[in-house]
T-cell receptor
Framework: GDSVTQMEGPVTLSEEAFLTINCTYT??????LFWYVQYPGEGLQLLLK?????DKGSNKGFEATYRKETTSFHLEKGSVQVSDSAVYFC???????????FGSGTKLNVKP | DTAVSQTPKYLVTQMGNDKSIKCEQN?????MYWYKQDSKKFLKIMFS???????INETVPNRFSPKSPDKAHLNLHINSLELGDSAVYFC?????????????FGSGTRLTVV
């Protein structure tokens, strides 16, 4: 079945460091891919998405490229800030449109 | 103006009690969901309604009963609460059942069963 695997956290970085959070997926056909962010005490917010191979989603300095050949959708940011500290979820919308699959979340801690 | 609002934000109750969580969305979306997030942040879908019709009913104890009086509201009633029900419950909505633009989530209800 469809699934998403993302790197375990926590990830701890200093401010202005480069961020990569790995996400790989298993799916039949052509899924859509998403990154969500959950700040402490809040619900998940959509960060970015990509709907087809080679698409790049971007928002707030974060980017992720849909790579079908490696079944990956890694999240990157060139220079993280303390305010980026949160839990990041990779997610997939599969061919069964009613079903959405979330990864287990990766906690990011950014230190000043 | 909150898009998806759920109440209460915190709920502490004793084992065996019955409780309800309410959710409302003002986005005009057709589809609403309940998700459970455990202590390790793992998210699991519980139910989904599309225009008041139940379309997803995952393996959830029948002590959990969703109700959707109209497409803007989806409530969750839990009977005979157990310790293992302690979690954060998120309501979410999407434009339609295709979920092309992803979900909009509420801020969660932290349920603690003691």
């Amino acid at each position: 079945g469809d699934s998403v695997t993302q790197m375990e956290g926590p990830v701890t970085l200093s401010e202005e460091a480069f961020l990569t959070i790995n996400c790989t997926y298993t799916a039949t056909g052509y899924p859509s891919l998403f990154w969500y962010v959950q700040y402490p005490g809040e619900g998940l917010q959509l960060l970015l998405k990509a709907t087809k191979a080679d698409d790049k989603g971007s928002n707030k300095g974060f980017e992720a490229t849909y790579r079908k050949e490696t079944t990956s959708f890694h999240l990157e940011k060139g220079s993280v800030q303390v305010s980026d500290s949160a839990v990041y979820f990779c997610a997939l919308r599969g061919n069964n449109f009613n079903k959405f699959y979330f990864g287990s979340g990766t906690k990011l801690n950014v230190k000043p | 103006d909150t898009a998806v609002s759920q109440t209460p934000k915190y709920l502490v109750t004793q084992m065996g009690n019955d409780k309800s969580i309410k959710c409302e969305q003002n986005l005009g979306h057709d589809t609403m969901y309940w998700y459970k997030q455990d202590s390790k942040k793992f998210l699991k879908i519980m139910f989904s309604y599309n225009n008041k019709e139940l379309i997803i009913n995952e393996t959830v104890p029948n002590r959990f009963s969703p109700k959707s009086p109209d497409k803007a509201h989806l409530n969750l009633h839990i009977n005979s609460l157990e310790l293992g029900d302690s979690a954060v419950y998120f309501c979410a909505s999407s434009q339609d059942r295709l979920v092309g633009d992803g979900y909009t989530f509420g801020s969660g209800t932290r349920l603690t069963v003691v």
